[in-house]
C-alpha cells in the first residue's frame, strides 16, 4: 500500500507580479502526493487498481522515458499485482534510468516500433500475455478521469479559475467538471480539444464545464523547450524555491504568468494552479 498524503497541500503564491495585477495564485501541490506515483499519476491510477489486482496484471503503454511506466510500475510493486509497459520504439541496452526504475520495480517490459504502436495491438498483446486490466498511454481512461475529479473536492478556499498542464487531457478532462472556468494549457502541438472532449463523453455521456484551452505556449512541441522558458524557470526557482517540471509545469505557469501580464484576468480574480 502507498502512504499518500491527501488532500495534497493549497498555499498561496506571493510573486510581485500577482500583486501589482491584483492577482491571488493558489498553488495545488499534488507534486507531493506520493515520491513514487505523484500528481495526476496518482489521481490516474486510483480507479484502476482495483481492476488490475482482479486481472491480476495491469498493461499499459509509453514512451522510453515515461513517467506513466515508472507510476505504474511503482503501483503494481506495491499493492501486488504485475505490471507490463508496452514501451514505444526500439529496445536500447543498457535500459535508461525511466525504465531501469520500472524494470526494478517488477514491470515486464516489450517494445513497439513507431509505425506498430500506433496500429490496433491488443489482440496481438492478449495472445502474448494473457488476460490484463488495459490502461492506455498517459492513464488515458474513464476512471482516471473519475480520479481527476477529486481534486476539486479538496480545493477548500474559493476561486476563480483553475489552471492545469494538459498532455492526454485526461486531468483536463476531470478538472473541467468544475462550473468555475478551467483553463487547460497543452504542451505538445497538436490540437487536442477532440481527446479532452472524448474523454468526458466516455466518462460523464457528454461535454461537461466551462473549459478552454491555451494553444500558444507548447514552445516548440511535446519535450521541447526553448531560452525563454528556461530563463522563466531560473526566475521562478529563484523567487520560490520550487524547480517547475519543464516538460508541464513550466508551460502552464508560464502561460499563467503571461495571462496576467497582458490583464487577462480582472483584479480580484484568484486563481488555481495545478502541479504534478
Not at 66 to 89: K, M
Not at 217 to 228: E, K, L, S
Amino acid at each position: 500500500m502507498l502512504d499518500v498524503q491527501l488532500p495534497s497541500p493549497l498555499s498561496e503564491l506571493h510573486d510581485d507580479r500577482l500583486d501589482s495585477a491584483g492577482v491571488r495564485v493558489l498553488l495545488k501541490r499534488d507534486d507531493l502526493i506520493h515520491p513514487e506515483v505523484p500528481g495526476n499519476k496518482w489521481r490516474k491510477l486510483k480507479y484502476n487498481l482495483g481492476p488490475a489486482l482482479e486481472a491480476g496484471t495491469l498493461l499499459t503503454f509509453g514512451g522510453a522515458y515515461s513517467n506513466h511506466l515508472r507510476a505504474v510500475a511503482a503501483a503494481g510493486h506495491h499493492y501486488g499485482f504485475a505490471t507490463i509497459g508496452v514501451v514505444r520504439g526500439e529496445e536500447h541496452l543498457p535500459l535508461n534510468p525511466s525504465l531501469a526504475y520500472a524494470a526494478a520495480h517488477g514491470m515486464r517490459l516489450t517494445y513497439l516500433d513507431r509505425t506498430t504502436y500506433r496500429s490496433p495491438v491488443l489482440e496481438h498483446l492478449h495472445q502474448e500475455f494473457g488476460d490484463f486490466h488495459l490502461v492506455p498511454e498517459g492513464g488515458a481512461n474513464p476512471a482516471a478521469v473519475r480520479g481527476c475529479t477529486e481534486i476539486l473536492t479538496e480545493i477548500d478556499e474559493p476561486y476563480d479559475a483553475l489552471f492545469c498542464a494538459v498532455g492526454t487531457g485526461t486531468t483536463l478532462a476531470g478538472l473541467a467538471a468544475d462550473p468555475q472556468a478551467v483553463i487547460g494549457v497543452p504542451v505538445l502541438k497538436a490540437s487536442l480539444e477532440s481527446d479532452v472532449v472524448a474523454l468526458q463523453q466516455a466518462a460523464f455521456g457528454e461535454r461537461v464545464g466551462n473549459w478552454r484551452l491555451l494553444d500558444d505556449y507548447h514552445f516548440g512541441g511535446y519535450a521541447r523547450r526553448t531560452p525563454a522558458l528556461d530563463a522563466f524557470i531560473d526566475d521562478f526557482t529563484a523567487r520560490h524555491t520550487l524547480i517547475l517540471d519543464w516538460v508541464y509545469e513550466a508551460k502552464m505557469m508560464y502561460a499563467l504568468f503571461d495571462q496576467v501580464r497582458r490583464r487577462a484576468f480582472q483584479p480580484g480574480t484568484t486563481i488555481v494552479a495545478l502541479i504534478n
